[in-house]
């Protein structure tokens, strides 16, 4: 009686295929920036909104308080702008994926083995390119008008708003999914917390001269910490406590967005 022998076939472990997420992140990254590449000019419109906060709020400032700040009107001002370009620009990436709702584009993208935290890493990167091209010529502009310019804190302030950029840009992701059916509400629930948290910052006045409450509410305020992180970061005083109060702030962020993030877009799957 003859014995047949079949050999197993090894087809290899779902790990040998599994894609890495750096991989998956740039994939991502990728796919939303090509358009953004085919239209340079969205990045020069970017720039209107904090150029007229320098060029009118600024010269108002430094005229009502500019020698009570530390550091001289622009070293306080400068790090500020680049906060509330970031809280704008990653605050309303929701709206892309809104877009997308409509097309059909991001049913298609959940079918691809992409993971789930490429999808939303990759997309807040790609808000955060055009961010940080508006930054660096933020900085440009006005080194010539006085900003002292600390190269060292420059870098690890903008590595600072990518981390703190990702989360946030979660969070609005996730917004976008939750009222996808109603996408008005995006901008109504977007404008509610956008404002208080910006001048509940510190962002554009001192809150040292405000009311009790509004002070011990900045304590409760993320953006508060990543504010002052940047001012001091931008100062050059990188080994400051403000600036490991941001980072701490930034991570919080980030971990919270990518988790409510995640969750919410697997839910809306099923």
């Known amino acids: 009686m003859t014995t047949l022998t079949v050999s197993s076939v090894h087809l290899g472990t779902p790990e040998a295929g599994r894609r890495s997420l750096l991989r998956d992140t740039g994939i991502v990254m990728t796919r939303e920036l090509k358009p953004v590449l085919r239209d340079p000019f969205s990045l020069l419109f970017g720039m209107i909104q904090p150029l007229i906060f320098l060029g009118l709020f600024g010269p108002l400032l430094a005229g009502s308080m500019g020698g009570s700040l530390d550091g001289g009107v622009w070293q306080w001002f400068v790090p500020a702008i680049l906060v509330m370009t970031t809280l704008f620009g990653t605050s309303a990436t929701g709206a892309n994926l809104l877009f997308e709702f409509q097309t059909g584009a991001h049913e298609r993208m959940m079918v691809t083995p992409l993971s789930r935290s490429s999808l939303l890493v990759g997309r807040a ?13 933020v900085i440009a502009v006005m080194v010539p008008f006085g900003f002292d310019l600390h190269l060292d804190g420059a870098i690890l302030g903008l590595a600072l708003l990518a981390v703190f950029g990702i989360g946030l840009g979660s969070f609005s992701y996730a917004l976008a999914i939750a009222v996808r059916k109603q996408d008005w509400m995006f901008w109504v629930v977007q404008q509610t ?3 208080p948290l910006m001048i509940l910052s510190g962002m554009l006045l001192p809150l040292e001269t405000g009311p009790e409450w509004m002070r011990v509410a900045s304590k409760f305020n993320p953006l508060s910490y990543l504010v002052n992180a940047e001012r001091a970061l931008f100062s050059g005083d990188v080994a ?22 995640i969750r919410t877009m697997l839910r809306s799957a099923t």
């Open 125 to 137: 990167l790609k808000e955060m390119v055009p961010l940080l091209g508006q930054a660096v010529i």
């Open 193 to 195: 917390f956008l404002f």
């Open 240 to 261: 400051s406590t403000a600036v490991l109060w941001g980072w701490l702030a930034a991570l919080i962020t980030v971990a919270l967005g990518l988790t409510v993030g």
